[in-house]
Each structure stands twice: as structure tokens, then as C-alpha cells.
């Protein structure tokens, strides 16, 4: 009896290892609106909508989403970040603290010349704010009333925000990634990571190990190992296929890192070997295909990946 079932449970694993290495969306919800951005925080999924709404999710059943409540902006939601308390709107014009626990609204308005928000990035006490020429920094410390401290002019049309230890990553429109070291009393040292001129950065990630994932609009996704302020090191790159990647996000993993891109359409895996004695990165592992045009991803902590695939709505992929 036992040797009758051994074959049963093998087929069982085997075909749980193909959903890994080949995914595949679990769910598709369709969203009210185009779905611009995505955020996950325990049990909710938070979606900026191009019609100017907020949407909330509960994902406790990634598998089936229900819909919790839906807040109208006043302008189309561009990007999230999200706080310990609050979640941060990035609009056409300007951005917005929303405050969970008391229902309060608060303008966040860039110090520059521009006003269209491309990216934004919250840390305890501080927010980053991102706009076509430069990063406005806000003193978050007390939610209901965000303080303008400091204004950084940045040419080339910042697309991203990413921060590991003291540093801050910006990726560029049109030219690559910049770094910036900051310093104690938030002085900045500028450091660069150079991507060639034909590449456009549309976005970066840094994961928990050190990795900068680069997201490449015309050629895919490049990858850089920096460990620590003083160190940079190409791993390598891929994925691009003549189409465009807008985003990256990544997970750390002992023997190797996991990386999901996105490329309007397909969200592929691709692996990096991290091991001391070799570091490389790998082809791809696994895709997906998908409706709409996907332009961001994040994880969910739950293993589970969401997608903001414009008109398509919002996809959830098991990792």
C-alpha cells in the first residue's frame, strides 16, 4: 500500500515544483480603473487607480480578493508608498498622507519646479518624493503634518526610489541610476552607477542582500551587487527582448536571489547565484503571461507577487 502511494506523492511534488518554476496568475481582479501601482502590507493590498482612486484589498485569501473600501483622489494616482500608519498617493499634481487611523488627508506638495510625482519612498520619520527634476525630502515624524526639509536637484527625470543603509538609489529616465550617500544631518555625497545612453532606467530595487535591480525600458533588467557604500559590482543582465521592462522586485534566498520583471505583457523569474566562491546571474526560470500592460510588481510577504496591469486590473501570482 505504501509502495502504491510513493508515485502519487512524487507526481504531488512534482507538480508543485512546476508551479514554482513556471507561474502562472492564481487570480485576476479587475479593477474600476487602470491599475498604476501596487502595494502590499499584511492582509491588504493597497492599488493606485489612473481614475483617480484608491483602492483597498484584502488579500488573507490572496486567492480570492474582496474589495474593502475605495478612497477618490484628485488627480490619477501615479505611485504608493506606504507608512507605519499611512499611505503615501502620488498624483499627477502633488501627493497626498492618508492616515488610516483617523481618516485624515494631507497635502505633500515637491519642492521643485514640477509637480507630477514619479516616484515616492517612506522610511520611519522621512519621505522621499520624487518629481521630473529632483527629490524632495519630508519630515514624516508626526503623520498628520508632513515638513519640507530638504530639496535635491536631480537632471535626467528621476523614475524610481530605492534606499538600503545610508544610501539612496534614483534611477533616471534618461540615463541610468544615481546614488546618493547619506550622511549624518542628511548631507548627500553623490556617487553613480552608469548605464549606457541608449538605456532608459524606468525604475530600481535593492534588495535586502545588497542587490541593485535596474529596470531598463528598451533592454530588460540589470543587475549590481553593492554590499556596502564603496562597492559596486556588475552581476549582469537580461530579460529584454527588444521590449519594455518597468518593473523589478526581488527576494533574497541563501543560494540565490529570485528577481520578477515585468515587460507590459510577461512577469518572468530570473535567478542570481549567491554563493561566496561564485555570483552570476542566471537565465530566466520561469514566466507568465498576462492581459493589460503590467508596469509594476510587488511582493507580498505571503508568497504571493501583485501585478498593476493597467486596464487588466491587478494579477496575484503564487511565487
Not at 505583457?265 to 546571474?281: A, Q
Amino acid at each position: 500500500m505504501k509502495a502504491s502511494l510513493l508515485p502519487v506523492a512524487m507526481v504531488t511534488l512534482l507538480a508543485m515544483g512546476c508551479d514554482i518554476f513556471n507561474p502562472h496568475p492564481t487570480t485576476r481582479y479587475a479593477t474600476s480603473g487602470q491599475a498604476q501601482d501596487v502595494a502590499a502590507r499584511n492582509d491588504t493590498l493597497f492599488v493606485a487607480q489612473g481614475d483617480s482612486g484608491l483602492l483597498f484589498l484584502d488579500i488573507s485569501n490572496p486567492r480570492s480578493p474582496r474589495h474593502l473600501s475605495r478612497i477618490n483622489m484628485f488627480s490619477e494616482c501615479r505611485c504608493l508608498a506606504l507608512g507605519a500608519s499611512v499611505v503615501y498617493v502620488g498624483l499627477e499634481e502633488d501627493a497626498y498622507a492618508l492616515n488610516l487611523s483617523d481618516g485624515g488627508v494631507h497635502r505633500v506638495e515637491p519642492q521643485g519646479d514640477s509637480q507630477t510625482i514619479a516616484a515616492l519612498h517612506e522610511e520611519p520619520g522621512r519621505l522621499f518624493v520624487a518629481a521630473a527634476d529632483g527629490i524632495s525630502l519630508f519630515d514624516v515624524s508626526n503623520p498628520g503634518a508632513p515638513i519640507p526639509s530638504r530639496f535635491i536637484p536631480v537632471s535626467g527625470h528621476p523614475t524610481g526610489l530605492a534606499r538600503r543603509d545610508s544610501r539612496l538609489f534614483v534611477s533616471l529616465r534618461d540615463w541610468g541610476v544615481r546614488v546618493f550617500n547619506i550622511l549624518p544631518g542628511d548631507s548627500f555625497v553623490l556617487d553613480t552607477v552608469r548605464l549606457g545612453k541608449r538605456n532608459r532606467a524606468e525604475g530600481v530595487t535593492v534588495s535586502e542582500g545588497g542587490y541593485c535591480i535596474i529596470s531598463q525600458a528598451d533592454s530588460g533588467v540589470v543587475v549590481y551587487y553593492s554590499p556596502s557604500a564603496d562597492t559596486v559590482e556588475w552581476i549582469g543582465g537580461g530579460g529584454g527582448s527588444n521590449l519594455a521592462t518597468y518593473a523589478a522586485a526581488a527576494s533574497d534566498g541563501v543560494e540565490e536571489v529570485s528577481i520578477y520583471t515585468a515587460d507590459s505583457s510577461m512577469v518572468t523569474i530570473h535567478n542570481i547565484v549567491n554563493r561566496p566562491e561564485k555570483r552570476s546571474f542566471s537565465g530566466e526560470t520561469g514566466f507568465a503571461d498576462f492581459e493589460g500592460f503590467t508596469r509594476r510588481i510587488c511582493r507580498g510577504g505571503n508568497g504571493y507577487v501583485y501585478t498593476a496591469s493597467g486596464d487588466a486590473g491587478v494579477y496575484i501570482v503564487r511565487e
